[in-house]
Structure formats: structure tokens, C-alpha cells
Nanobody, 127 residues
Framework: QVQLVESGGGSVQAGGSLRLSCVAS????????MGWFRQAPGKEREGVSYISRSGGVTYIPDSVKGRFTISRDNAKNTLYLQMNSLKPEDTAMYYC????????????????????WGQGTQVTVSS
């Protein structure tokens, strides 16, 4: 059974940092591309970072570019999201997701294509 478990969320003041982790089980991490998504109340789910199976190719949308960094450690089956210079508008539930059937250096920005999702970890940024 595939399972993704996020951790590392919390409450911080604007300008602060958090590092989210997502531990995968039930499959070999290097077989899937992965992404971090977030959803605030009343808003659509938004992708904030994507990474290929190899870990060598990443994409960060302009909305968080320069502040968020995605990485993965396939040996530990763990995905990370380093978030710096946090803003109140970053407040949301953050989810990691896994996407099978992509090439070793490919990623996918369409959340509907992701096969597996974690339960989410809440990030709250106060001004």
C-alpha cells in the first residue's frame, strides 16, 4: 500500500522558515516524480514545486521562486520543501504527491495527474 506522510508544518512569523518533509512507503521512491501542492480555504489547489524521479530536474513557479526549494533523498524515500522568507499568503495546507509513469528527468505540473497524496501538513504564517 502506497503511503505518503508529511511533517514539518507549523506556525511562524512572516520572514521565517520551515522545512517540510514527506516520507514515502509502499514503493521505491525513485520510480515516481513528486510535487508539493498547497490549498488555502476557499482557494484552488496550487502547485508550489515539482521534482523529477532523478531529483536533478525541478520546477518552481514564479509565485514562490527564490523562496522555496524542493529536493529529495531517494535512499531515504523522502521529499523535502525548504520554505524561506515566508509570507502570510503562504498560509495553507501543504500536500506532497507522487506521480508514476514519467521519465527519469520529467516532472508534471498538473495535480490531477498525481496518483498518490499525503494527508497534508498545515503551515500558518502570521504578519
Amino acid at each position: 500500500q502506497v503511503q505518503l506522510v508529511e511533517s514539518g508544518g507549523g506556525s511562524v512569523q512572516a520572514g521565517g522558515s520551515l522545512r517540510l518533509s514527506c516520507v514515502a512507503s509502499g514503493y521505491i521512491s525513485s520510480t515516481v516524480s513528486m510535487g508539493w501542492f498547497r490549498q488555502a480555504p476557499g482557494k484552488e489547489r496550487e502547485g508550489v514545486s515539482y521534482i523529477s524521479r532523478s531529483g536533478g530536474v525541478t520546477y518552481i513557479p514564479d509565485s514562490v521562486k527564490g523562496r522555496f526549494t524542493i529536493s529529495r533523498d531517494n535512499a531515504k524515500n523522502t521529499l523535502y520543501l525548504q520554505m524561506n522568507s515566508l509570507k502570510p499568503e503562504d498560509t495553507a495546507m501543504y500536500y506532497c504527491a507522487a506521480r508514476a509513469s514519467l521519465g527519469y528527468n520529467e516532472y508534471d505540473v498538473i495535480y490531477a495527474n498525481y496518483n498518490y497524496w499525503g494527508q497534508g501538513t498545515q503551515v500558518t504564517v502570521s504578519s
